[in-house]
């Protein structure tokens, strides 16, 4: 039986992995108070059977005592009790955009601002993130993505990688990404707006693609790029960050910018030791606007 400890900051998407564990027949309980974790934890051997293979159990700075279940899981590790423990995570600044949507106030927000209850959350929940096996940041994963990753380690049984990139192409006319970690401007490199039977085209268009990087200096930059990126992904592991946003932009975001986030990508995707993703955020800009 697999025993999954869901837990995290609150807005970082716990329910929502709870339920994707859910879908995946897992037996789940979320909000269990602390004090009947032990209980609980005893009684697992007696549902274990055909319709209940693995569980999942929901934990947040609601359930209790951190402190209290910090001694829980240490006497559980000794008494020989084998459980995982998955930590959901997001940027203050999307937490603080994800409460002003829905209008929810924060459970720890005493004084009514958002930040300062995740900031007595985060001081709560530290040592269950320094104990996670599993660290995913929802700061800029879809739905979808986060499906795949619950799947891919819970289901699938697939080497999780707890840092996320994303390779993002932007248009700066259309403002540089806010949650932008690196930003690079590939404005100086040939563009194919200048010629006719390219500018209605875009970057994922090989010819467009092929007229950018048919360019020495392009090769070099990508280079440079390339080892520079290199160098600063395990650096920034070191420091326990677990989500990169590497912004490259052009003037609309149409075809240099696309160009150069495609190979980056394509060159990057084969350090099999971190998750990727490519995003344009700008490529259908202009033609939507001119419709």
């Keep these: 039986m697999r025993f999954v400890i869901v837990t995290g900051v609150s807005g970082a998407g716990k329910t929502a992995a709870l339920k994707m564990l859910e879908d995946a027949r897992y037996f789940c309980v979320d909000n269990l108070p602390i004090p009947l974790l032990e209980k609980f934890v005893s009684l697992m051997p007696e549902i274990h059977g055909e319709d209940v293979q693995n569980v999942a159990l929901g934990i947040d700075a609601r359930s209790g005592s951190m402190g209290e279940l910090e001694l829980i899981l240490d006497k559980m590790q000794e008494a020989g009790y084998q459980f995982e423990i998955l930590f959901m995570d997001a940027e203050d600044a999307v937490l603080v955009k994800r409460y002003k949507e829905t209008r929810r106030s924060h459970p720890l927000a005493m004084s009514g601002r958002i930040d300062e209850g995740i900031r007595l959350e985060r001081k709560k929940m530290e040592f269950l993130r320094r104990k996670a096996d599993y660290i995913i940041d929802t700061s800029h994963l879809l739905t979808r993505e986060l499906r795949q990753e619950i799947d891919k380690i819970f289901v699938d049984n697939e080497e999780f990688k707890n840092m996320m990139i994303s390779v993002l192409s932007f248009g700066f006319k259309y403002g540089i990404p806010a949650d932008a970690d690196l930003v ?108």
């Design 184 to 291: 690079f401007d590939v404005r100086f490199l040939p563009n194919p707006y200048y010629v006719d039977e390219l500018r209605p085209m875009t970057g994922l268009d090989d010819s467009v693609f092929n007229y950018v990087m048919d360019n020495e200096t392009a090769k070099r930059f990508m280079g440079k790029l390339e080892d520079m990126v290199n160098f600063l992904i395990p650096n920034y592991v070191q420091e326990g960050k677990t989500s990169l946003v590497i912004a490259i932009g052009c003037t609309g975001g149409k075809h240099r910018s696309v160009t150069i986030a495609r190979e980056l990508y394509s060159r990057l995707i084969k350090n099999n030791e971190y998750g990727f993703r490519l995003e344009h955020r700008d490529v259908e800009k202009d033609r939507l606007l001119k419709k």
